[in-house]
């Protein structure tokens, strides 16, 4: 991931939407790998089911997440306790966490329809966690 991070980063501006699309697209295909190891697809899962892949796909990450989910379910809020980019992070903020939330939105995306991601507090500003808000409209 650095290799490919540090590359795009010397490509300037012009390949960041290559990079976010590029994590967006990876983290899609890997949720997709998950749902199908279940002989499942997306819009067969209840919400407790698509909470529950979300949260053991980011365990099988390595991000050693927390997954709450709002009384209602229209709103999930995912802690993650171990970023895989803590070493590139400190050289290129930005560019990495946009990167990772790109990654978690194609995470995201295989799962539901429409959401809102919500960055609530992040790693790389010295929180013990990067937190977010999912938004889930009904």
């Given at each position: 991931?650095?290799?490919?991070?540090?590359?795009?980063?010397?490509?300037g501006?012009?390949?960041?939407?290559?990079?976010y699309?590029?994590?967006?697209?990876?983290?899609?295909?890997?949720?997709?790998?998950?749902?199908?190891?279940?002989?499942?697809?997306?819009?067969?899962?209840?919400?407790?089911?698509?909470?529950?892949?979300?949260?053991?796909?980011?365990?099988?990450l390595?991000?050693?997440p927390?997954?709450?989910?709002q009384?209602?379910?229209?709103?999930?809020h995912?802690?993650?306790?171990?970023?895989?980019f803590?070493?590139?992070v400190?050289?290129?903020?930005?560019?990495?966490?946009?990167?990772?939330?790109?990654?978690?939105?194609?995470l995201?995306?295989?799962l539901?329809?429409?959401?809102?991601?919500?960055?609530i507090?992040?790693?790389s500003?010295?929180?013990?966690?990067?937190?977010?808000?999912?938004?889930?409209?009904?």
């Amino acid at each position: 991931a650095k290799i490919a991070i540090e590359s795009m980063i010397q490509l300037g501006e012009i390949a960041e939407p290559a990079l976010y699309e590029t994590g967006r697209r990876f983290g899609f295909d890997i949720m997709e790998n998950q749902i199908s190891k279940k002989g499942l697809t997306s819009d067969l899962l209840t919400f407790d089911q698509k909470a529950d892949i979300l949260k053991s796909t980011c365990t099988m990450l390595g991000f050693y997440p927390d997954v709450y989910i709002q009384e209602n379910k229209n709103k999930i809020h995912l802690q993650i306790f171990n970023c895989p980019f803590r070493e590139i992070v400190k050289e290129h903020k930005t560019t990495t966490c946009n990167m990772h939330v790109a990654f978690i939105k194609g995470l995201l995306e295989s799962l539901f329809e429409d959401f809102e991601l919500i960055t609530i507090q992040n790693m790389s500003a010295g929180c013990d966690s990067c937190a977010y808000g999912i938004n889930i409209p009904h």
